[in-house]
């Protein structure tokens, strides 16, 4: 499976069977979590077979069952490193799906167990994703017409277009979508973040830029600030 096909096959997955991840995939995902802890100053640690973070005890984690593994994703605070989250993260999400696990990006119903993964000085948990293999493959969530979400001057490339299909196939949180595409000059392209109350934006962007990288190529355009 390639990264544009895990873009389509991609649904947040919440409940998982109890099949260990086989351990060629776990090295995998090491690999690559070591390569972009190095290149981007987070502190992204994957977790195994660890059933109490999302164990129900108190109240009831969400729609949650079964997860036994999932990524700490922690690093500094601030914009900067919360849209890295997002854009490292969602390489992680897409890479498991090309190996055939899902996932589900999670900042809320979640339980942080000490000692099952450490913290520098000024790192804080930004949020987790689970990770396994999932009892369903999850649902599509509903597809907006993708002009609500950027703006142009002119009639767009296919890049463009091809580009805003995949940051439309995101995941968000609670699937708010709340950001904006912006080409200018035929090739600069602005990501911005919308107002939510909810919060996670950052992320959010982070996770859509990195779909629109895919989804465009990212020979055909450069990042606006
Ligand atoms: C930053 C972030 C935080 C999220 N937090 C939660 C969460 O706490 N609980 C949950 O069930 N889903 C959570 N989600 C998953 C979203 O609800 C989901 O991505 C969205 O509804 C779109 O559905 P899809 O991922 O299947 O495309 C989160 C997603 C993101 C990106």
Redesign the pocket.
């Given at each position: 499976m390639t990264i544009q096909e895990a873009i389509k096959a991609?649904?947040?997955?919440?409940k998982y069977t109890d099949r260990a991840i086989e351990a060629d995939k776990v090295a995998t995902i090491n690999e690559a979590v070591g390569r972009i802890n190095a290149a981007s100053g987070l502190n992204i640690q994957l977790v195994l077979d660890e059933p109490r973070s999302f164990s129900s005890g108190m109240w009831k984690y969400?729609?949650?069952s079964g997860v036994r593994n999932y990524f700490v994703m922690a690093g500094p605070k601030g914009d900067e490193s919360e849209e890295k989250?997002?854009y490292y993260?969602e390489e992680l999400v897409l890479l498991a799906q090309t190996l055939g696990l899902n996932s589900?990006?999670?900042?809320?119903?979640?339980k942080k167990i000490p000692g099952t993964y450490t913290l520098r000085d000024g790192d804080i948990v930004?949020?987790v994703i689970s990770l396994g293999y999932g009892a369903n493959q999850?649902?599509?969530?509903p597809l907006k017409p993708m002009e609500q979400f950027y703006e142009a001057s002119e009639a767009v490339p296919e890049w463009f277009k091809a580009g805003m299909d995949a940051a439309l196939?995101?995941?968000?949180?609670?699937?708010?979508q709340k950001f904006k595409f912006i080409l200018r000059d035929g090739d600069q392209v602005e990501a911005r973040p919308l107002f939510s109350m909810a919060g996670?934006t950052r992320?959010?962007l982070g996770?859509v830029k990195y779909h629109f990288e895919v989804g465009a190529g990212i020979e055909n355009f450069k990042w606006a600030e």
């Open positions: 991609r649904h947040s997955v919440r969400g729609q949650f989250i997002g993260g589900c990006w999670v900042g809320l119903t979640y930004h949020c999850g649902v599509q969530h196939l995101a995941p968000t949180a609670i699937n708010q996670y992320i959010d996770i």
